[in-house]
């Protein structure tokens, strides 16, 4: 019997569909808000990411990708863009998992991750339009180098953040970044739940992943916008301060 799970969001974004077409079907676009990922741009074209391939393709409204894998898996996302009032946008995502043969043993463990990853992505979709939809991203990820089980991991991370057990979404703060020269930078904390933490500067957007919900390693994502932003010292800056040394 196929075992089937689906994600469906829908979110109004400030910009008009031209832009937000541009964010989630373009590898430029997804280095804003999402990871590394180019398409080729037409139906059958190849999704560098995951192995997927192009299955809908009509600028600017209609964008899927789906995925197959051995063992009788398929992974499809499929975004909607409908115009709405005073040029701004309405966008539908989905995700639609289908498995025809024997499901794994972690796939309750990995719809959870998707349902709350997913979350976290179209909060920064959202983010990125209305803060640097007309900017240039540099992206940067760096991670520990194996899973942990032990939440108390994250709970650190986010103590030398400088976050609090009473910072809140919303809470604008000068922390002491990597990749800042030691000047404290000034940021909104856009979104925090115990397990997912989104940081907004002036040129940034910075993400980080909990994995031990899931026994995965703890991570991030940073999005730069800055002219001349480095990504290699960038990197290795993350990767120093996130492995502790």
Do not use: C
């Amino acid at each position: 019997m196929a075992r089937e799970f689906q994600v469906r969001r829908e979110q109004d974004l400030p910009v008009a569909p031209e832009e937000v077409w541009h964010a989630v079907a373009t590898g430029a676009g997804n280095l804003g808000w999402l990871y590394p990922m180019e398409v080729e741009p037409h139906v059958g074209g190849t999704v560098s990411r995951g192995g997927g391939t192009v299955v809908a393709w009509e600028p600017p409204h209609h964008f899927a990708v789906r995925a197959t894998r051995d063992g009788g898996f398929s992974n499809t996302l499929t975004y909607r863009i409908e115009p709405a009032d005073g040029g701004t946008s309405h966008l539908r995502m989905g995700i639609h998992w289908v498995h025809e043969g024997v499901v794994e043993e972690d796939w309750d463990s990995k719809a959870d991750a998707a349902e709350r990853h997913v979350d976290f992505y179209q909060h920064s979709l959202a983010q990125y339009l209305t803060h640097f939809a007309d900017r240039t991203a540099v992206y940067v990820k760096a991670s520990r180098p194996g899973p942990t089980a032990d939440p108390a991991d994250f709970a650190a991370l986010r103590r030398r953040l400088g976050l609090t057990d009473d910072t809140a979404a919303g809470d604008r703060l000068a922390l002491d970044l990597p990749g800042t020269d030691g000047e404290a930078e000034k940021v909104v904390v856009d979104y925090l739940t115990p397990d997912l933490i989104g940081l907004r500067g002036p040129d940034t957007l910075y993400r980080f992943y909990n994995g031990s919900p899931w026994n995965w390693p703890i991570w991030l994502g940073h999005h730069l916008f800055a002219e001349g932003a480095d990504e290699q010292r960038t990197t290795e800056a993350w990767d120093t301060w996130l492995n502790g040394s």
